[in-house]
């Protein structure tokens, strides 16, 4: 993706949103077999919920959380490839790199609580639907 235009990065990342969305609900809809409303505003709210999990995810990678794991890979790679010079040397510098890449570049949540919110809201109605029409 390093060669894609921004707006190609953006659909991607969109495109990725949605397919996270539309497969969890598929999993839990079509896995449970309960082809009822009921059932499906289940799907959607579960979809709904891991698709948010999503920017829970973006931000806690976003504030460093995982650098020193991709470093320890990193410095995996290189230990594959004798003689190639280092471009890190400690895993401060690492540190200090992505935290200056960061600050470059925004990132782009809003897919996700698109898709996400709209399950969600999807679930609600679905509920409400379910709610109203079941017989007490």
């Known amino acids: 993706m390093r060669n894609l235009s921004p707006f190609a990065k953006k659909i991607i990342i969109s495109l990725i949103a949605f397919a996270i969305g539309v497969s969890v609900w598929c999993l839990i809809f079509f896995l449970r077999q309960q082809f009822s409303i009921d059932a499906a505003s289940d799907a959607f ?8 999990a999503g920017i829970a995810y973006i931000f806690i990678r976003r504030w460093g959380a995982f650098d020193i794991l991709e470093y320890s890979f990193y410095r995996l790679g290189e230990s594959f490839r004798p003689g190639m010079p ?14 200056e ?3 470059k570049k ?4 809003w897919p996700f609580l698109i898709v996400g919110g709209t399950f969600l809201i999807a679930a609600l109605i679905l509920m409400i639907i379910f709610e109203v029409n079941v017989p007490r």
Do not use: C, N, S
């Not at 890190?88 to 935290?99: G, H, L, P, S």
């Not at 925004?106 to 949540?109: A, E, L």
């Open 45 to 52: 709210f579960f979809a709904g919920m891991v698709t948010l």
């Open 86 to 99: 280092k471009r890190y040397e400690t895993a401060y510098d690492f540190t200090v790199a992505r935290k």
């Open 101 to 103: 890449k960061r600050q």
């Open 106 to 109: 925004k990132p782009f949540f």
